[in-house]
């Protein structure tokens, strides 16, 4: 899992989500050196924070952490993590990425994950990575499954008063790391560039993220997740157990004002899945869907559907118009139901934005690739080779070609690997490892 300055790889992976991990242990396994790049300080990308996936209802991590683990200990991959992608270019040797990597202010070789440095540290600030709603130290390891587990110092709140410094049993802190450009050459890419939500903010008829209680759907699935913030579904502004809950789709996509116009796909069921969560935590609580249509296009997904509404979930064909705050913490809804209800409102405890899915990866000035209409990179060959993009010699893997959900991705992520392989085969002229077995039969 080293990682050196200047080296030499026959791929590299851009991203280490899921798309990414399966890429690089699928080249890996057929012998290619591969190196991984990762912006985060953990590989794992999305996933890695989900609870459950859908239609199985299987535990995300259970998914994820053997793929991340099988990546971090395999020969032939090297990790690169808190790495900020500067170039990606075409080269006579193949492709060459540029890259910083921002300092941990640790010395990563001697941090052993004790995180005597985070238990001593007297700074608490709010955790992106629990959703904003409980805190975490200055310097911390990012969550408990992260790999490495190696810690990372956030400068932007540290006090320097030394606590950490004083009882790394390693003397691994080093306040004075500085960033440090990178260089990888590569004859092949694969982009694994993942995806963002579009803002809560971007939204003002919902509130623009003033209104308590509104939250956004990666934020419910670490109130649904058994390590999150509270262990349990509770409302964040007060800690009351909600009793009414709301999902309002199409929050932040099929929307040309907000730039999203397109439909983000695995919004829907992700919606299904935290509501049949929600219905198991809470047996006794009214959860209603806001929809404008359901799409259940993948396999058992219609049925996933039809459980939901059989367990007692309320759909409700509407558009809803706005959020504003009511009495008691209480969000009110104003939508106008298309069954013949007209304008109506309703309160509830908590309402879940399901926002837009945006690409995690902007590639102008930094990549020549060529881009769709929606911003995602774009694939020559939709039908037949969905991984192949207009850089030859650079594939493209999972959500950075188009929103999908993880079935989706994992499949084409195998299948940007096949490519890789087939492209690395036809420059050499021979598979990896077939120059030893050929001597062993002669």
């Known amino acids: 899992m080293d990682s050196s300055k200047n080296a030499v790889f026959d791929a590299v992976v851009i991203g280490g989500g899921i798309a990414g991990l399966q890429s690089a242990l699928d080249l890996a396994g057929q012998g290619y050196k591969t190196a991984v790049v990762e912006k985060d300080a953990s590989i794992g990308g999305k996933m890695i924070r989900l ?3 859908f239609p199985t209802l299987d535990c995300a991590s259970c998914i994820t952490t053997p793929k991340m683990a099988a990546a971090a200990h395999h020969d032939n ?8 992608v500067q170039r990606v270019e075409k080269n006579a040797a193949g492709v060459s990425v540029s890259m910083i990597q921002r300092p941990r202010y640790v010395d990563i ?6 995180r005597k440095c985070e238990y001593n540290c007297p700074v608490l600030v709010p955790d992106a990575e629990q959703g904003g709603f409980s805190g975490r130290k200055a310097i911390r390891i990012p969550f408990s499954n992260a790999i490495p587990q190696k810690a ?4 932007e709140h540290c006090m320097l008063c030394g606590k950490c410094a004083d009882v790394c049993p390693t003397k691994a802190i080093r306040y004075d ?4 450009p990178l260089a990888i050459q590569a004859k092949t890419a694969i982009l694994a560039t993942g995806y963002e939500l579009s803002s809560v903010t971007g939204k003002p008829q919902y509130g623009n993220g003033d209104i308590p209680n509104v939250i956004d759907s990666l934020q419910m699935e670490r109130l649904l997740a058994p390590h999150g913030p509270y262990g349990r579904v509770l409302r964040p502004s007060d800690g009351m157990i909600p009793d009414s809950i709301a999902y309002v789709q199409c929050a932040g996509s099929r929307d040309a004002s907000m730039g999203v116009p397109y439909c983000s796909r695995f919004c829907c069921m992700y919606a299904v899945k935290q509501a049949m969560l929600l219905s198991g935590s809470l047996p006794l609580a009214d959860i209603t869907i806001y929809y404008m249509d359901i799409r259940a296009f993948g396999k058992n997904y219609e049925q996933f559907y039809q459980n939901a509404k059989a367990m007692g979930i309320e759909f409700v064909k509407a558009k809803v118009a706005s959020l504003d705050a009511g009495q008691g913490g209480a969000v009110t809804v104003r939508y106008e139901d298309q069954t013949g209800e007209g304008a109506t409102s309703r309160d509830h405890d908590l309402v879940v934005l399901s926002m837009g899915v945006l690409p995690g990866f902007a590639p102008g000035g930094v990549c020549p690739v060529g881009l769709g209409p929606d911003g995602f990179i774009q694939s020559v060959l939709p039908k037949m080779s969905p991984a192949v993009t207009d850089m030859d010699g650079v594939f493209v893997a999972g959500v950075a070609a188009g929103p999908k959900d993880i079935v989706d991705t994992i499949t084409e992520a195998g299948a940007a690997a096949m490519e890789a392989a087939k492209y690395l085969t036809a420059l050499s002229g021979k ?3 077939a120059a030893n077995k050929e001597s062993a039969h002669e």
Do not use: F, N, R
């Open 431 to 433: 598979a990896p490892g």
């Open 109 to 114: 070789d001697k941090c052993i994950g004790c």
């Open 152 to 155: 990372l110092l956030d400068v």
């Open 51 to 53: 609870s459950k996936v």
């Open 77 to 84: 991959i090297t990790l690169y993590t808190c790495c900020d």
């Open 177 to 180: 790391q500085k960033p440090e």
